[in-house]
């Protein structure tokens, strides 16, 4: 996706111009001085190239990439190692009742793995107890008889149960195949200590021998390298929040700091890389908990320096082996909900200093609400959609027409209370009546007084999506909102999110409309199913009626651990008041 910045033009009109006066010099055709114009029309071709190309090329924070990129890598955080044990054995049954249908159930401790020889045991699967980060290494040993031959193991890690025991092949997800976390180790001697390269994530590795030496052997030691940048204690929750918000902040917790690498990751398992819709969200609940704003920040220059060439953010980028954006790939949304970061990044830190700098990023994103928003105040959707991923949701058939007016509103609210943080509404004076605009289109056109929900021009869907966003772009007044709030729930057709991102901003406009106890409801419902089905970090996609529902067509790929989960800590933190024990029912 490419939004064509004015110098790009100003480049291609130097251009033309060029070749037109090349032209005429051509058909002056003066024999005598025909060698002295070839000349000089050479030298005029070199000179003007020159001149021009630099200004067609250019990097619209060509000035100042340089310096980001370099406050980016001295802010890269230091992860934190720390060596962890297995708990138990445990074998994978089938339970109709568990998660994806299959459970852990615990067999013995683990030290029976160092006792016995690997082929006196039927399946082992090892279980540590927690989601760790890291890296895998285990001994070997002989038993009686001289080793001969070399061992063939197979190693296979699951963040859930059903993981290890889903036949991976054949293949039939949408992503790489390779991100499913199955290792063959060949042992050439024994004894020997072998570390697994690939950096894993899971609670659970099934081991299986895949070559059966002549020899009885054992794993003497089975240890792990647990990494995550995570080093800070967030402070304990009030003693009166209910049990079941305390399990849920401790998974969130457990969630945000596996997910804290040298970038807010969005997935340690999958994906691995910053992208801007979770790193909003992360660093929030980073806010309430761990408070390690140095990540924030580094999380902040790395995405500013490494923009695409006309300015606007690239929706993820990573910062192994070498810092570099996932090149093509940019989300409207994504790049609009940067200033939001910035924002919050400032009120949590109060450095000035970085959000002067970044600012112009900001404002830089807000070209692409200005590109599609028409004299009536509607933004241009069907344009916008051919030229963007425009996300939302994973929920298949989104209609996402309400939503991106409600989120282009969001944005600009959002970089204006930036500005006037920082003393630059001036750069912004447009913003407050362009906002005062949408929103009356947003009344006019898109809202329905009969049913109280908003729906599409052209498609009438409901949506919570929609709801959602015009809430949070502060569209209805409070009563409007609570009230397609609740008519979304007798609506039996409304498309209801199906991951933890969209349910966050709809836990945020249930408290912004003043609906605190079903906000409650909904953590202690939604995150909540997810740890009554054995959650120890949330996951990536959640239908409570659908347990292997995969945005990738292939449940074990989905990620169950995923940065964008974690924020019922944020509110369990940041608004305490909702989750108390003695709460009264408004
Ligand atoms: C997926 C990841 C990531 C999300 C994008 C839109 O690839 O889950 O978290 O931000 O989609």
Same mark, same amino acid.
């Given at each position: 996706?490419?939004?064509?910045?004015?110098?790009?033009?100003?480049?291609?009109?130097?251009?033309?111009?060029?070749?037109?006066?090349?032209?005429?010099?051509?058909?002056?055709?003066?024999?005598?001085?025909?060698?002295?114009?070839?000349?000089?029309?050479?030298?005029?071709?070199?000179?003007?190239?020159?001149?021009?190309?630099?200004?067609?090329?250019?990097?619209?924070?060509?000035?100042?990439?340089?310096?980001?990129?370099?406050?980016?890598?001295?802010?890269?955080?230091?992860?934190?190692?720390?060596?962890?044990?297995?708990?138990?054995?445990?074998?994978?049954?089938?339970?109709?009742?568990?998660?994806?249908?299959?459970?852990?159930?615990?067999?013995?401790?683990?030290?029976?793995?160092?006792?016995?020889?690997?082929?006196?045991?039927?399946?082992?699967?090892?279980?540590?107890?927690?989601?760790?980060?890291?890296?895998?290494?285990?001994?070997?040993?002989?038993?009686?008889?001289?080793?001969?031959?070399?061992?063939?193991?197979?190693?296979?890690?699951?963040?859930?149960?059903?993981?290890?025991?889903?036949?991976?092949?054949?293949?039939?997800?949408?992503?790489?195949?390779?991100?499913?976390?199955?290792?063959?180790?060949?042992?050439?001697?024994?004894?020997?200590?072998?570390?697994?390269?690939?950096?894993?994530?899971?609670?659970?590795?099934?081991?299986?021998?895949?070559?059966?030496?002549?020899?009885?052997?054992?794993?003497?030691?089975?240890?792990?390298?647990?990494?995550?940048?995570?080093?800070?204690?967030?402070?304990?929750?009030?003693?009166?929040?209910?049990?079941?918000?305390?399990?849920?902040?401790?998974?969130?917790?457990?969630?945000?700091?596996?997910?804290?690498?040298?970038?807010?990751?969005?997935?340690?398992?999958?994906?691995?890389?910053?992208?801007?819709?979770?790193?909003?969200?992360?660093?929030?609940?980073?806010?309430?908990?761990?408070?390690?704003?140095?990540?924030?920040?580094?999380?902040?220059?790395?995405?500013?320096?490494?923009?695409?060439?006309?300015?606007?953010?690239?929706?993820?980028?990573?910062?192994?082996?070498?810092?570099?954006?996932?090149?093509?790939?940019?989300?409207?949304?994504?790049?609009?909900?940067?200033?939001?970061?910035?924002?919050?990044?400032?009120?949590?830190?109060?450095?000035?200093?970085?959000?002067?700098?970044?600012?112009?990023?900001?404002?830089?994103?807000?070209?692409?609400?200005?590109?599609?928003?028409?004299?009536?105040?509607?933004?241009?959707?069907?344009?916008?959609?051919?030229?963007?991923?425009?996300?939302?949701?994973?929920?298949?058939?989104?209609?996402?027409?309400?939503?991106?007016?409600?989120?282009?509103?969001?944005?600009?609210?959002?970089?204006?209370?930036? &500005?006037?943080?920082?003393?630059?509404?001036?750069? $912004? @004076?447009? %913003? *407050?009546?362009?906002?005062?605009?949408? !929103? #009356?289109? =947003?009344?006019?056109?898109?809202?329905?007084?009969?049913?109280?929900?908003?729906?599409?021009?052209?498609?009438?869907?409901? &949506?919570?999506?929609?709801?959602?966003?015009?809430? $949070? @772009?502060? %569209? *209805?007044?409070?009563?409007?909102?609570? !009230? #397609?709030? =609740?008519?979304?729930?007798?609506?039996?057709?409304?498309?209801?999110?199906?991951?933890?991102?969209?349910?966050?901003?709809?836990?945020?406009?249930?408290?912004?409309?003043?609906?605190?106890?079903?906000?409650?409801?909904?953590?202690?419902?939604?995150?909540?199913?997810?740890?009554?089905?054995?959650?120890?970090?949330?996951?990536?996609?959640?239908?409570?009626?659908?347990?292997?529902?995969?945005?990738?067509?292939?449940?074990?790929?989905?990620?169950?651990?995923?940065?964008?989960?974690?924020?019922?800590?944020?509110?369990?933190?940041?608004?305490?008041?909702?989750?108390?024990?003695?709460?009264?029912?408004?």
């Amino acid at each position: 996706m490419y939004v064509y910045t004015t110098t790009d033009f100003a480049g291609l009109v130097k251009l033309y111009i060029l070749a037109f006066l090349l032209e005429i010099i051509e058909n002056m055709k003066i024999n005598n001085f025909l060698i002295g114009i070839r000349l000089f029309k050479i030298c005029f071709l070199m000179v003007g190239l020159a001149c021009a190309c630099p200004i067609y090329a250019q990097d619209f924070f060509q000035q100042v990439r340089e310096g980001w990129l370099k406050e980016a890598a001295q802010t890269t955080p230091v992860l934190i190692k720390s060596i962890k044990k297995p708990l138990k054995l445990v074998t994978i049954v089938k339970d109709k009742a568990a998660f994806q249908g299959y459970k852990a159930v615990p067999m013995s401790d683990a030290k029976k793995l160092y006792d016995t020889a690997f082929q006196a045991m039927s399946g082992v699967v090892v279980d540590f107890g927690e989601h760790l980060t890291g890296h895998l290494s285990f001994c070997l040993r002989a038993l009686k008889q001289t080793p001969d031959a070399p061992l063939r193991l197979k190693f296979t890690f699951g963040e859930v149960p059903s993981e290890v025991v889903t036949p991976f092949d054949p293949y039939t997800g949408g992503l790489s195949r390779a991100w499913l976390q199955d290792e063959v180790v060949t042992v050439m001697e024994v004894p020997d200590t072998i570390v697994i390269p690939r950096r894993v994530a899971f609670r659970y590795v099934k081991i299986e021998l895949l070559a059966k030496p002549g020899f009885p052997f054992a794993i003497s030691k089975l240890s792990f390298e647990a990494v995550s940048s995570a080093s800070a204690t967030p402070s304990p929750l009030l003693a009166t929040t209910p049990a079941l918000f305390k399990k849920i902040d401790s998974v969130g917790l457990a969630t945000l700091k596996e997910c804290m690498q040298t970038v807010f990751e969005d997935g340690p398992k999958r994906d691995q890389r910053l992208w801007i819709g979770d790193l909003y969200l992360q660093s929030m609940a980073n806010n309430y908990s761990y408070k390690q704003y140095n990540l924030s920040k580094h999380c902040l220059y790395l995405l500013a320096g490494l923009s695409s060439d006309n300015g606007i953010l690239h929706a993820a980028v990573f910062d192994r082996p070498v810092p570099h954006p996932q090149a093509g790939q940019f989300l409207l949304e994504y790049a609009l909900l940067y200033g939001a970061a910035l924002k919050e990044y400032l009120i949590a830190t109060g450095d000035q200093h970085t959000a002067k700098e970044l600012w112009p990023v900001v404002k830089k994103q807000l070209d692409i609400v200005n590109r599609y928003v028409g004299n009536d105040g509607l933004m241009d959707f069907e344009n916008a959609a051919k030229e963007w991923w425009i996300f939302f949701d994973w929920k298949d058939g989104l209609y996402k027409e309400v939503p991106l007016q409600g989120i282009s509103i969001f944005a600009l609210n959002e970089a204006y209370d930036l &500005s006037r943080l920082i003393g630059k509404e001036h750069e $912004l @004076a447009y %913003v *407050p009546p362009l906002v005062k605009k949408m !929103r #009356a289109a =947003a009344r006019k056109w898109l809202y329905n007084q009969h049913t109280d929900l908003f729906v599409g021009l052209h498609n009438k869907q409901v &949506s919570y999506a929609s709801q959602i966003w015009m809430i $949070l @772009a502060g %569209v *209805p007044s409070q009563k409007q909102a609570q !009230r #397609a709030l =609740a008519a979304l729930e007798t609506i039996d057709s409304a498309v209801t999110p199906v991951t933890p991102y969209l349910n966050h901003y709809y836990v945020q406009a249930l408290i912004n409309s003043g609906m605190q106890d079903k906000a409650r409801e909904v953590i202690g419902s939604y995150w909540g199913g997810m740890v009554s089905k054995g959650a120890d970090t949330f996951w990536e996609a959640y239908d409570p009626k659908d347990d292997y529902l995969s945005p990738y067509g292939f449940f074990p790929v989905n990620s169950y651990c995923h940065a964008w989960s974690c924020t019922p800590l944020f509110f369990i933190r940041k608004y305490p008041e909702i989750f108390q024990l003695q709460r009264t029912s408004k």
